[in-house]
C-alpha cells in the first residue's frame, strides 16, 4: 500500500515560487494498476518523482508497502529505492551497453553475483518478450523494445511498486497498446502495483482500475475509472472527458467521410 499524507512541493526562484503539489492526500492498494491524470503542469510528474524521493517533498509523509520514504536516510534511501522500478518516457537506456548490459546495471550496482545477475536478467527479457535482443544495443531498437528494455530494467530487483512517467506517450497508438497489455500481465503476474502518470485518457481507461485527477498541483477528484468516464465531478474531469468525446466524435465522421469515397 501507498498512503501519501500532506505532501507540499513548492519550487522557487529569485523572483517567484512555483507551487508543484498543495496538500497531497492519497491511498493507492496493494496489486492496484492506479493511474493519474492532468493536464501539462498539473504537477503529476513532480508527486510521482516524489514516491522514489527523484524529488524531495517540502513537508509531508509517503509510506510504501510499510516504509515511510520521506524518514529514510540516503543510505536506507537506496536500499528503499530497489522495490520502487521507475519507467521513463524517453526510456533513459545506456547507448554504450547492450540491452543485457542495461537491464543487468542495477543490480550490479547493488553487488550481486553474477550467476544471479545473469539469470535474473534474462527471466526480465523472457517477459518482456526480447530474449533474443540481449545483445542487441539500444540505437538497434525500436521505441517500443525500447520501453520493454526499460520496464525489464526497473522490474530486475523484484520492487513492490513500479512508477511509470508518461511511459507509452513517446510511442505510436498500436506500441502504445502493446506496452499496457505487457504491464497488465506484469500486474497479474507479479502482483506489482503499478502507478501510472499520464495525460491519454485512452492509456486510463485501458488498464488503470483507480484514478485521481490533479489540477495546479492539487488532487481534485478521486475514485474507479469507470466513474470518471460516467460521471466526472471535477471541472478538470469533465473538460478531459469533453476533449476525447469531442475526438472521438470527428474521428467517427472522418472516418465516415472517407469510407464513402
Known amino acids: 500500500m501507498i498512503v501519501i499524507q500532506d505532501v507540499n512541493k513548492v519550487y522557487r526562484t529569485a523572483t517567484s515560487t512555483v507551487t508543484a503539489l498543495e496538500n497531497i492526500n492519497l491511498t493507492i492498494e496493494t496489486g492496484d ?50 522495490k520502487i522500478g521507475m519507467v521513463f518516457q524517453q526510456f533513459n537506456l545506456l547507448d554504450s551497453k547492450t540491452v543485457f ?6 543490480l550490479q550496482i547493488a553487488g550481486y553475483e553474477k550467476s544471479y545477475i545473469e539469470q535474473r536478467v534474462r527471466e526480465m527479457l523472457e517477459l518482456v518478450g526480447l530474449h533474443d535482443k540481449e545483445q542487441a544495443y539500444p540505437s538497434q531498437l525500436s521505441g517500443g523494445q525500447k520501453q520493454r528494455v526499460g520496464i525489464a530494467r526497473a522490474l530486475v530487483n523484484d520492487p513492490h511498486v513500479l512508477l511509470c ?5 513517446a510511442l505510436d497508438p498500436q506500441t502504445t497498446y502493446s506496452i499496457l497489455e505487457l504491464l497488465q500481465d506484469i500486474n497479474r503476474q507479479l502482483n506489482v502495483t503499478i502507478v501510472l502518470i499520464t495525460h491519454e485518457l485512452d492509456v486510463l481507461q485501458h488498464i488503470c482500475h483507480n484514478m485521481a485527477v490533479m489540477e495546479g498541483g492539487r488532487i481534485v477528484e478521486t475514485g474507479l475509472v469507470d466513474t470518471f468516464f460516467l460521471h466526472p465531478k471535477s471541472e478538470t474531469a469533465k473538460r478531459f472527458v469533453r476533449i476525447i468525446q469531442h475526438y472521438r466524435d470527428t474521428r467517427t465522421i472522418m472516418d465516415g467521410m472517407g469510407a464513402g469515397i
Open 101 to 106: 548490459e542495461n537491464v543487468a546495471f542495477p
Open 33 to 82: 494498476i492506479f493511474g493519474i491524470i492532468g493536464f501539462s503542469g498539473a504537477g503529476k510528474s513532480t508527486l510521482i518523482r516524489c514516491l522514489n524521493r527523484l524529488e524531495e517533498p517540502d513537508s509531508g509523509r509517503i509510506e510504501i508497502e510499510g516504509t515511510v520514504i520521506t524518514d529514510l536516510g540516503q543510505k536506507e534511501l537506496q536500499q528503499a529505492r530497489q
Open 165 to 169: 512517467d508518461e511511459a507509452t506517450s
